[in-house]
């Protein structure tokens, strides 16, 4: 299930979980906020909002959290082994680490994007309007999260609200406009 350039790399975290041979990873991980080394206990490997995760325990942090399997390199099994911990319940909603929901997109999208909308957030996410395209109403965990994933529509999108999102895409369109002038 993962691309033949990540197997090497991803092969033993998987088989780790599998076995429950419990040997704690280390891995260099790229985020927003840089490049960090992190150490963690892996519990369980998630498929969430089409990509793959490891969840794990990071005993620096003191708290279980996800990783994104594309994001992280250099994986390393260390001689040192865990022993299972409990598994807090609320935990076990991955949902929680990745919604915070503190940005609202209210978008309208071109009705050929549909595929991807039910791909991506099911086929009660939207509401058709009168002129046959998708009305489409989200929150986002990050405004550069909810952006980026706007971002990837093209032309095929025009956001509604809220109005920074609207201004930040506009700055966006002129800026490209003016790097790509034929």
Request: proline share 3%; aromatic share 18%.
């Amino acid at each position: 299930f993962f691309s033949s350039r990540r197997r090497h790399t991803i092969y033993p975290l998987v088989t780790g979980v599998q076995t429950c041979a419990l040997p704690i990873f280390s891995f260099e991980y790229y985020s927003a906020r840089g490049k960090h080394e992190n150490r963690i206990e892996p519990y369980r490997i998630v498929f969430k909002w089409s990509s793959w995760y490891v969840f794990g325990y990071n005993a620096a942090d003191k708290r279980f959290k996800l990783y994104k399997l594309n994001r992280l390199w250099k994986l390393k099994t260390s001689q040192e082994y865990f022993t299972n911990r409990e598994i807090p319940e609320g935990d076990l909603n991955y949902g929680e680490f990745l919604e915070a929901k503190n940005y609202r997109l209210k978008a309208e999208f071109e009705k050929s994007q549909t595929y991807r909308i039910v791909e991506e957030y099911g086929v009660d996410s939207f509401r058709e309007s009168e002129q046959g395209n998708l009305i489409f109403e989200r929150e986002f965990a990050s405004y550069e999260n909810m952006l980026n994933w706007a971002l990837s529509f093209g032309d095929k999108i025009t956001v509604l609200e809220p109005d920074i999102l609207r201004a930040d895409l506009y700055k966006q369109a002129k800026n490209n406009s003016l790097k790509y002038r034929v």
